[in-house]
């Protein structure tokens, strides 16, 4: 799926001023970025068709620092050949455990404490997967670039419990998934996870 040319501007755009305004000493110069990521705000909000810009404005400003592609971490976990999927309040509709990396965690332990939180299961995480780019996933576009890191992880017990972000988790074979949050997870990554899970050898992928 290509991204809208409209996206791609206001998120390079975004990406400079925030840069910019972290590593900027001009006072007139910052008064330049500031006006930048305004611009970046609205031709967002315009493209997505929003009547104001202004919450994007406030989700723009709350990134500092050098601006990078943020890391979403998810796990396929397995029970006698189904994966163990959670339920998204948000949207109403299933994803594998995960969510964004926090920073001083390494990437396996962010995995294993999603799946935790999540679910209320205990993994060990035992492979990398896949790490692949948001943007060329099919996923529905997002105000941010994303990379998705996708593990597997072996139960190690635990029992399915609710989260302020979830509400069930179950196991599902792979020709009866249920409606996926396909801003999260898609269905040809869970099939690939699937193909993980059969052929443990296979290498990591990686766009």
């Known amino acids: 799926m290509s991204l809208p040319p409209w996206l791609i501007w206001a998120r390079r755009l975004q990406a400079i001023a925030q840069s910019g305004l972290t590593y900027g000493q001009d006072k ?3 008064q330049r970025y500031e006006e930048i990521r305004a611009i ?10 929003l009547p104001d810009a202004a919450p994007i404005l406030d989700l723009f400003a709350r990134e500092v620092g050098y601006a990078t592609p943020k890391i979403d971490v998810r796990v396929a976990a397995f029970r006698d050949n189904r994966v163990l999927l959670v339920r998204e309040l948000a949207d109403g509709h299933w994803t594998l455990p995960g969510g964004w990396a926090d920073v001083g965690e390494p990437p396996s332990v962010a995995a294993a404490r999603e799946v935790r939180e999540e679910s209320g299961y205990e993994v060990q995480i035992t492979k990398l997967a896949a790490l692949l780019d948001r943007d060329v996933q099919g996923h529905p576009v997002h105000s941010f670039h994303a ?13 399915p419990r609710d989260s302020h972000e979830t509400a069930g988790a179950q196991f599902f074979r792979e020709d009866q998934l249920p409606p996926l949050s396909l801003s999260r997870v898609t269905p040809r990554q869970i099939a690939h996870m699937f193909e993980h899970f059969r052929q443990p050898r296979l290498p ?3 766009d």
């Open 204 to 206: 990591t992928s990686f």
């Open 40 to 49: 970046a705000a609205q031709m967002m909000a315009g493209g997505a068709a």
């Open 28 to 30: 007139f110069d910052m």
């Open 147 to 159: 990379y998705k890191l996708f593990f597997v992880g072996e139960l190690r017990g635990g029992t």
